[in-house]
């Protein structure tokens, strides 16, 4: 399920389509510029789809991310199956400290489901906004329990705090349960982890 | 004074074209405010014909004045003069009229003598639903008669407010002076009463006020009549409505009636280019109590950037678009790169600098059917200032161009080509929703090609132009939009300006002037009395609108100008403007053709885009 880039890429280039859902608000565009720059800026609601890459390189493998950051907001709900169709990752994202968006993002994952054949994509659920500690709604306990029952990974993140840790988590886990080679998996990671190069990279 | 009073006029000269046999008594709609709550009605009935009456047919001798036609080359003065001669009678009198004018107390005056006991209610306020009452209570009531009918009364239907997940930002508090005293208010509610956008406060706290402007747009429909205007004193309030939209203006302003519904229009169309109007009626009609701020939450910033575009940006009062001056050879080989970079389906290309466009290449089979109105791109333009998510990567979303198909979508390509300043703007326009990757291919080859030929660079150059590059004296400013651009029938309606300088660079002094010239436009555009050219000496400045077959231009001098100065410095700036236009517009937009199947995506060719418009929504009900 991971194609290979043929032609003008070069080999070795694992393309890997990631997309993020999950309501507005909840940081999914933060969370994606913390993937690509590694920064917390103010965002404006994202407007149907931004689409991102980040190019990951590993000691003898080149993973390119296509981030599709698509809109949370209602009125793109229908066009959101154009976006997240083919993904070999999606991160469903929730905001910890509001609970809709918690029931909201067991709707996604109903859709979600519907479309893919088990296996075929890694599915993350995301608990973000894990600086808002005080203001949680909801539970890790819930949140993992969750994970648990549908078979997903999961984690809490903050793009705002940038903690760095969890999002090369949800990078390397994701990655980890595409690449199918246990021989890749086992020398790509070791024990040094991905390494990455500065800066995204926005088309090549 | 006398300006306002032509204002004045004017205003009352719309109305009377309705006949005074109202449908509908007046006693009964005082009646029916009354039961909502309004116990300070203070009987409009009598005044409402009194306003009638007092139309004044003050300077009609103008209108013919001058209904001849000056060329563009303008060997002017003999003919020129005789006709800004003519204009003398009405000008001698603005002139000592005006001169004694103190700011805007004129039409205030004037409109106090028409409501005068009713100002009183003023004081009484004590909300925003009455704020809005009164002042339809204090004003007359402006009917007309074309049946609507078939409905039932939504104010039987205004239920319960439930209140959406994501909730609005805004927290202004609705029963605050400062909250009246905003210039424009705009009000956008469903037929039943429900709120949908309110510029200023949360359109929760306004419910009730918008169920009272609801109410009287109900109760003026059962009458079949459809109420579309409401004055008083200080305010205009504006009604349009659009299928089940219902949009609502309370203006202090002073723009005519027409202006002020034609910014609603664009306040429309802005909701349709996100929704389309297709799944805005169906999903009424599926349910009629619909919360459409479910579907438009998050959108609220587009709608308030419009119209602050609105307020400060001739373009849409002209109807026309502002490009970016260029050198003609730079924007013809940005042109090219454009037409090179091709992909079926792709529709329309779009280069924007600094929110201004650089040049727009067109599909032929399309543009054959139908041309790219000045709106489309203003509600492009507007969606594109108001999201700095742009500039976080390449954008894929769906966008309906409502006067180009109000029905269907396209789908729009965005990208920064010079991150990270992010001024330059691509804007790729296709009709197959599947077409992100071929499409983004194309900005490779545009971004390549536009660093091969050192674009970027000669873009950031460009800029606005002063004017005293048009090197005429006592001009401080002007707007010119031509009719009569080569192609003029598929072309996009375009106007040059030179930058606001001083004394207009503090935003209330251009607010001031961009008043003036509003109120300028809204005479020469008079539908009762529509006038060629107007001479007009105000306090700080003198200004001469003039309107041809070929042009329409609106000039500001300093005050003091000679008539004859003026005429001379007119003939001038045409001139200047005839040598340099070949770098102030657009004059060949140039065509590609990237449609394998020419009804594909033509105006009636809704296949491919339709199942998107249907998919979703109506699940969501
Ligand atoms: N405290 C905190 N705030 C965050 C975090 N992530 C995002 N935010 C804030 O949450 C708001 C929404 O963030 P976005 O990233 O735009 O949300 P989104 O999910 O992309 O929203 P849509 O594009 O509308 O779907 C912004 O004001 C962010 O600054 C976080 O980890 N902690
Ligand atoms: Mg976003």
Redesign the interface.
Known sequence: NISFHGGESPKGTLRVKMVLLGSSGVGKSSLALRFGKDEFRSTTPTVGCAYLTRVVHLSDVTLRFEIWDTAGQEKYHSVTPLYYRGAHAALLVYDISKRETFIRAQVWLKELEKQYTPGSTVMWLVGNKGDLAQDRQVSVQEGQALANDRDLSFTETSALAGDQVSELLIYKKAVLGLIESPDLTKETFGNKGPKFKDGPHIYH | MERDNHQEGEAQGVKICDPPSERKPPDTLATSLSLLGNHMFPDPVERNNSTTDKEEPADLHLSDVTAQEQSLDAEPPSNQVKKLETEEAENSECQSNESAETTDRGAEDAADRVTEDAAAVDNDQSDSGEFVVTMLAKAKLEEQGIGVKGRSSPLLEAGTQESP??MSHRDEDVTADSWRQHRKHVFVLSEAGKPIYSRYGSEEALSSTMGVMMALVSFVQSGDNIIRSVYSEQHTVVFLQKGPLVLVCVSSSRQSEQQLRGELLYVYYQIIS??TQASISRIFEHKKNYDLR??????E?ILDGLLNLVDSDPSFLLAAIHCLPLASSLRDSLSQILQKAITPNLVFSILIAKNQLLTIVQEKTVIEDTRLEPADVHLLLN?IG?????Q????????CLPLFNPDCYFY?YISYLD?PECTVCLLLLSTD??A?YAV?EC??KI?EAMVAQNSLSLIAKAQSYSVSQVGVSDLRHFMYKPFDVPDNYRQLSQFTSPEMEAPYSSEEEKMRLLDLYRYMHSRIHSTSRPLKLIYHVAERETLLAWVTSKFELYTCFSPLVTKACAITAITKLLRWIKKEEDRLFIRYPPKYSTTPNPSKSSRGGKSDQQD??D???LS?L
């Open positions: 997940a994501f996100m929704l479910r579907l438009l939450a998050g959108s910033k969606l108001a999201s700095s998510a742009f976080a990567g390449e954008i894929w979303t769906p966008i729009a991150p929703k599947e992100f983004a900005k490779r971004e998107s418009t998919n979703g929504f969501l």
